[in-house]
């Protein structure tokens, strides 16, 4: 079955060359390191220092909304509205503004 395959190319036109063979793993090898050299794709939304900026002033503004006490109801209230936007602060990567932020 095999023996058509000389790697000289005289079994035919369609029987692959190992020349082939190397032109076909050089463009395998340069495909993957083109698609390693492409940045992944980005999952979460990346803040900007504004949008991180009012996040983090709302988290500041509920913080001190319940340093001022009142009811339970109110403080669980508050407390999850500025959970909340602790939770938007990392879906946006905002720690990467930390030292902006302060």
């Known amino acids: 079955m095999l023996a058509g ?23 395998l090898l340069s495909a993957l390191l083109l698609c390693s050299a492409c940045p992944p794709p980005a999952t979460a939304k990346q803040g900007t220092l504004e949008q991180c900026q009012k996040v983090q002033d709302k988290i500041d503004y509920y913080t001190r909304l319940r340093r001022a006490g009142g009811s339970a109801k109110k403080m669980e209230r508050l407390k999850q509205r500025r959970d909340a936007y602790r939770e938007r602060f990392s879906e946006r990567d905002c720690r990467r503004w930390r030292k902006q932020l302060r």
């Open 5 to 27: 395959r000389t790697g000289r190319g005289a079994a035919g036109a369609d029987s692959p060359t190992i020349k082939d063979d190397v032109m076909r793993a050089q463009l």
